[in-house]
Each structure stands twice: as C-alpha cells, then as structure tokens.
C-alpha cells in the first residue's frame, strides 16, 4: 500500500516537474535492457583458448589527451594468464572463491572481528591461480626490467618480487634483480615513507615493510626507492617494496601496483591529481588504458568520491540509491553512508569482482530483478549466486535494467552483461550480485566492465563514463 502511494507521488512529481524530462533521472530509467545470451556463451568458449599474448613491448606512447598525463596498457588476467580449466564452469568458480578471499582481505581491514565469508563445498582447484584480474607493464630500475604488475585499489603499497628470494611464487617475466639496477636505493628507517608504514621494522638502518592480505596472502622485504617507467616516461624516488619472502595468490604478476587512496600508494607518489582505468571485459583479450593525471570525459556521471577517517586507502562513493527496472528502490540512504567509526559506506574497487550489498538492500535489489523475471526459467543455485536461469534455449532476453543513482538526478545505467553473467557455457546465467554481512559495500569489476572509472582526487569526485574502455 505504502508502495502505492509512493509511486503515485512520483507519478505527480514526474507530471508536473520539468526535471523529469532529464534522461538521467531515475525515473526515466529504461525498464529493461538486451541481454545477447549467445554473444556472452560465445565468450566463455574463447577465454579458455586465448593464445597467450606476448607483450614484448606493450607500452603505449603517452596519451595525447594532455601533455603530463601518462598512460600504460590494461590487460584481463585471463589475456595474460591462460586459465588451465576444463570448462567455464571451473573458472567461474575458481574466480568466486578468489574473490571471497579478496572481499574478506578488504573488509576485515577495517573490522577484524568480521565473520568472513565461505563458500560452501569444495575446495576449488584454481583458485591458487593467483588473484587479481587485471594486469600492467611497467618498468622498475634503471635500465627498467618489465614487469606485470597487479592493479589494486584496495592496497597502497606497490611492490615487486625481488632476488634473493626467500620465498617467490612463479611469475612471467625473470626476478627483478636490485644488483642489476643503478637506481635501487634502500630506504632507511628515519625516512617519511617508512614512517608511514603500518607495518614496518628495522634492520641495520635500514627499513623493512611487511604487508599481508587477511587471505594468507603477504610479502615482506625491503622497502627501497628505484625508478618507475610507464611508457616513455620514467619517474624517479619511487618508494616501493622490494619482496624476498613472497606467498599468495599473485601468481603470474611480478607484483603489485597499490592505487589506493593513501599517500604510499602510486597516483600519491607521482603527484597525481587524478587517474582513471578502464576495465575491459574480464573474457575478453582487448586492451585498454590505466590514465594518471588525463582530463575527466565530458559525458561521466559523476559522484561524490568520500574518504574514511579511519583508513585513507579506499574510495568510497557517494551512491544514493538503485534502481530495477526503472523503479528506485526504497533503499535507506544510510546504508551507503561511513559513520562516525568508519563503519557502513561502499567503496568502487578493482579487485572485487561481484558487488556486495547489505544483506537487506541486496534482497530488495534481488527480489525487483526476480519480479521482473518472471518469464525466464529460473535454475540452481550456483556458488555466491542465489538468482540462476537456464537461458540455454534462448539467444537474447530482455531483463529489467539495474542502475546506481548518485543523487542530483545522475544514474549510471549497467549494461546487462555487467550483472547476468554466465557461470558456464551451456546457458546458465546468474545475477552477479551478492549480500555480505559486513556494513561495507564493494562496488565491484564486473559491474564497471567496459565503464571508465575516474578518480579526480584533487576535487574528490568519481566519474563513470559507459562505453569508453
Ligand atoms: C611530488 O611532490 C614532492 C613534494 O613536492 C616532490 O618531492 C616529488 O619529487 C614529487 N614527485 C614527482 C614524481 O613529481
């Protein structure tokens, strides 16, 4: 009943505002959206027959968009790093305890107490395929040795596996070699970038980092300048740490590319008012571009970026609301809101695949998709996902259109593949969102495939721009 009149107030506000003619309103969200099931099944075939790519020089001249940003390629895991299963049903998940892995590392960050999440059933092979889904070159030393490097919005420190080793897991490309390179200079322990350490210690003099991921994942060494190169540009006095004792699930990267929002992290370090990435398909073999300092596309929706004064790496969004199928749900805006302690908000992260909801925001966004649905034959259950459909019978279906609202009008529409994703390639599609039992929200890579996500920290603002990888 309340339902009721709620939309027939809107119905009067939509008919006597103006503003409701803005294509960005929610309110004139289209109801629904293509999915093509077949383009999507096709997909799952071709990423576990991508021939490994050789990037023998994969640096892209610097962008020509301004004359001090610089620009490096973006590569899916999968283009990289043929994955060894048998079919896409592995991969998938192999991909959703990765991820599990990464949602508990990000969140217990800020609650050590969180009941992190499991996945029921067994063990994954896979899943030790290591973690992060997108990849860059860069170069470290002088002269640089290249190195793919895991792209990270969720940690600031950048590091790289280095010789000796105590411990490395397997990557591509040969150790970094710090005896080889003229420009590797230990950092000492009276140093401000070792100061800013959550974790450091000190050996003769000389300062040690250690971080660890909360998934058993960590790398601990010695924390040194060395000169970074992205495309013809090489930036000197970058703090980075320099890791002999490696363990995880980076395996493939020679390391990490910390973009958090802390002053260790690497737009920090290079002075950069902003940065953007564009996160192609993860079954795709496209490349895209990871931008520093590159003007914000005129057509982004923007958002409020917002900090938490508990912790400076995450970029938490201003989101206001969601729309399905052109309704916006009655969401509390509170829950997106940081409180007082650092609890509740939702950060747009790179590394987690699935969006995470509040449980009871979840199941409202849940429940609209399903009422809009209902025509399409509903299937099992599959890992994190509680909405599955047997859409093997069908080549294209139209389903309702999900969309993030960010106050002002603005709303950023998800094409359909970004949240009906296929978890196998015999038709089984499932709705790629799923609740957590923290107060963090994660605003995750499939939603922002294809999506430019831009980060102007100097005004605080995030931008989505569609389309644009
Ligand atoms: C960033 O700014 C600091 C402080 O002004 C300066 O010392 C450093 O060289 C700058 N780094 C780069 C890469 O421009």
Redesign the pocket.
Known sequence: MGHFLFNFILFIFLWASPLAHSRTTPYTTPKTTLLNVATSIQKTYQVLNFKQQQHKSSFSPSSSLASASLSMQLHSRASLHKPSHADYKSLTLARLARDSARVNSIVTQLDPNFNVEKLSGPIISGTSQGSGEYFSRIGIGEPPSQAYMVLDTGSDISWVQCAPCADCYHQADPIFEPASSASYAPLTCEAAQCKWLDQSQCHNGNCLYEVSYGDGSYTVGDFVTETVTIGATS?R?IAIGCGHNNEGLFVGAAGLLGLGGGPLSFPA???STSFSYCLVDRDSDLVSTIEFDSPFSRDAVTAPLRRNPELSTFYYVGLTGISVGGELLPIPETSFEVDPTGSGGIIVDSGTAVTRLQSNVYNLVRDAFKRGTKDLPATNDVSLFDTCYDLSSKTSVEVPTVAFHFGEGKGLVLPAKNYLVPVDSVGTFCFAFAPTMSSLSIIGNIQQQGTRVSFDLGRSIVGFSPNSC
Do not use: C, F, I
Request: charged share 0%.
């Open positions: 930036v006095n370090q290079l002075n």
